[in-house]
């Protein structure tokens, strides 16, 4: 996947001219400042990358001009990626699992920011890494909805482990600090309330007053036309909980979204290659590749579908069966697609908003997911 040096108008006249026969990623680093800055700008607190959302340099390159410091980093490849990327930035290591060769490199590395979960991999940081001026933040989870999928079923103490875990970071020395992840795509704001009492709960029951909450990641990117993300809301609701909840002690707040950032700083042009026997759709990408996401969270209704000569099509909105490209029979997207009834072969299918986990999960299985990137002024057409 090469970054073509070329700058497009917009993915309109991108495709007239091209006609491209693979699916193509159209990136604005416009767009993608603006939702920088809008958390900059909104959030009380700091505002981290969450890098595994999309490593692309251009995307860390865009974060870092627009103000962003800090980045939530899970492997010795993002570590490296962000120190050559932002130099200067904070590396969070947030990944509570580590082997001890990476640890060996977070050090190497100067991470100052670890987080954990579990009582043998706090000992591991405690042995390996020298606690001055170093940050560990237990990670809990609680049974609550409001994302898309359950982050906790993989990550996070119940909340009696993370008493023993915050109190054990204390006494070996280290910065304790808390933190969570709501769930991705959690557009819910009540998740942080209740997330954040009981992070002021965890402290008060270990008897320590933290440093930091990590509010995490999990906030919305714009996936459905009648699901309108509400940032400012979420975090004018963060700030207020933060108060309510630890008084006098209220620690310093960070967040670090992944898909909040760059989920809608780019647009998914699929191509159809056939309208098979006028029934089911097959596009040039699929769950194997660019839309690796949709059977997990769900479909994206923002789409629209334009000619090869770039006429967008307005017949009437009837539900098809989609399929990827593969041999797979799993390569379908969920559900029905809501397409107009006069789609054709050659027709192009855009998808707004898929910055996030789409480059990065995107295979290369049965020789399809050659995708390009295409860097365009405006993502409107
Ligand atoms: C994946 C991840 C994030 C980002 O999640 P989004 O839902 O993309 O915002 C943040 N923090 C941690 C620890 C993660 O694993």
């Not at 307005?314 to 990827?324: K, S, Y």
């Amino acid at each position: 996947m090469g970054l073509s040096k070329t700058i497009w108008t917009n993915p309109s006249e991108y495709l007239r001219s091209v006609q491209p026969e693979n699916p193509v990623l159209f990136f604005a680093p416009a767009a993608l400042q603006s939702a920088a800055r809008r958390f900059i700008d909104g959030f009380p607190g700091m505002v981290t990358y969450a890098v595994k959302s999309n490593p692309g340099e251009a995307v860390v390159e865009n974060l870092a001009a627009a103000g962003i410091r800090g980045y939530d980093v899970a492997s010795p490849f993002e570590m490296h990626l962000i120190r050559r990327l932002a130099p200067d930035a904070a590396l969070h290591y947030n990944n509570p699992v580590r082997s001890r060769s990476e640890i060996a490199v977070a050090v190497e590395l100067g991470v100052k920011s670890y987080s954990v979960d579990s009582r043998s991999e706090l000992e591991k940081l405690i042995a390996d890494v020298p606690a001055e001026g170093t940050e560990i933040t237990v990670r809990f989870k609680l049974p609550v909805s409001g994302a898309a999928y359950n982050f906790g079923a993989k990550f996070g103490a119940t909340a009696d482990v993370a008493v023993g875990l915050l109190k054990r970071v204390a006494e070996a020395g280290f910065i304790p600090s808390i933190t969570f992840h709501p769930g991705t795509q959690c557009t819910d704001p009540a998740a942080w309330d209740s997330y954040i009492r009981a992070a002021a709960g965890i402290a008060a029951g270990g008897g320590v007053i933290i440093a930091r909450l990590n509010v995490g990641g999990g906030f919305p990117s714009h996936r459905l036309h009648g699901v309108v993300p509400q940032l400012e809301a979420t975090f004018a609701l963060i700030d207020r909980v933060a108060t309510e909840a630890f008084g006098d002690d209220r620690p310093l707040l960070v967040c670090e979204p992944g898909r909040g950032l760059c989920g809608d700083a780019f647009t998914l042009a699929t191509r159809v290659k056939a309208v098979r026997d006028d029934a089911h759709v097959f596009l040039n990408d699929g769950i194997y590749g660019a839309l690796a996401e949709l059977p997990l969270i769900g479909v994206i209704d923002r789409t629209r579908v334009v000619t090869p000569g770039g006429e967008a099509r307005r017949g009437a909105a009837m539900p098809r069966i989609v399929f990827g490209p593969t041999c797979d029979s799993v390569d379908r997207l969920p559900g029905d697609v809501m397409l107009p009834n006069d789609i054709a072969e050659g027709d192009y299918v855009i998808f707004e908003g898929l910055g996030a986990y789409s480059t990065v999960t995107n295979t290369r299985f049965n020789g399809f997911g050659e995708l390009t990137l295409a860097t365009v002024l405006s993502l409107r057409p």
